[in-house]
């Protein structure tokens, strides 16, 4: 399913401004800073993990431009739609995640685009060091 380009924009502009699952989350397992407020934003990735590598909470709070704080909440959306784990966050592909925000939307900055899921990988792996680390 191909939006058009006016439609992914739309999409993002509606992210930015209406943000899924932002805020913080008070018992969260893990929350891991990212990107830095030069590069377009910094942003803060709460995750509470679940049973057999499931999330059980997520969520994000941040300042940055449309394309790093929209696209942060796609991903957030893309998580609980799809009901991602721990480890299908791990095996997500930038390139491919640009591609179903939009390369046509974000052009060059997909730095920022993908800060969001570059904390959210950080986060997952600190998750699995300090939980599953302890017991293997």
Request: aromatic fraction near 4%; hydrophobic fraction near 35%; charge should be negative.
């Amino acid at each position: 399913m191909s939006l058009d380009r006016r439609s992914r924009i739309e999409a993002l502009i509606d992210h930015r401004e209406n943000p899924r699952h932002k805020g913080v989350l008070p018992d969260a397992d893990v929350v891991m800073p990212g990107g830095s407020p030069e590069c377009g934003g910094s942003v803060l990735i709460y995750l509470k993990g679940g049973e057999n590598g499931e999330i059980a909470g997520l969520s994000f709070t941040g300042e940055g431009d449309t394309i790093s704080m929209g696209t942060t909440s796609i991903l957030m959306d893309l998580v609980f739609e799809e009901g991602l784990t721990m480890g299908d966050i791990l095996a997500l592909d930038y390139d491919e995640f640009v591609e179903r925000v939009g390369r046509d939307v974000i052009g060059s900055r997909t730095r920022n685009a993908t800060m969001g899921l570059s904390t959210l990988k950080s986060a997952v792996r600190k998750y699995q060091n300090e939980r599953l680390g302890a017991g293997a």
